[in-house]
């Protein structure tokens, strides 16, 4: 089953930078477009950005020019790479292919505060 894990969340300060990771089984990765989605308290789940298996990439307007997606597809991971954070980037974020499988990973949490 396709399963996927999550790393890098953290406490930062505004204007602060992190790179998420994710780690993927269970499927061809290589083939896949993938995305990463957020959940911010008391919102639902929003797709943040994408990335095709040629690393061709789409973002959500509100972390353009901000976030940067990327995938290693020799390694099976993807990342997201987070600067210039706001407290309004603050979310439980979660890997998953686009479209969205049936599985969740736990997520990670990111929270921007100071």
């Known amino acids: 089953q396709v399963r996927f894990v999550e790393s890098g969340g953290a406490l930062v300060q505004p204007g602060g930078s992190l790179r998420l990771s994710c780690a993927v089984s269970?499927?061809?990765?290589?083939?896949?477009?993938m995305g990463w989605y957020r959940q911010a308290p008391g919102k639902g789940r929003e797709l943040v950005a994408t990335?095709?298996?040629?690393?061709?990439?789409n973002y959500e307007d509100s972390v353009k020019g901000r976030f940067a997606i990327s995938r290693d597809n020799v390694k099976n991971r993807m990342y997201l790479q987070m600067n210039s954070l706001k407290p309004e980037d603050t979310a439980v974020y979660y890997c998953n292919t686009n479209p969205q499988s049936n599985y969740w990973g736990q997520g990670t949490q990111v929270a921007v505060s100071s």
């Open positions: 990335i095709t298996s040629g690393h061709n990439t």
């Open positions: 269970g499927t061809i990765f290589r083939l896949l477009t």
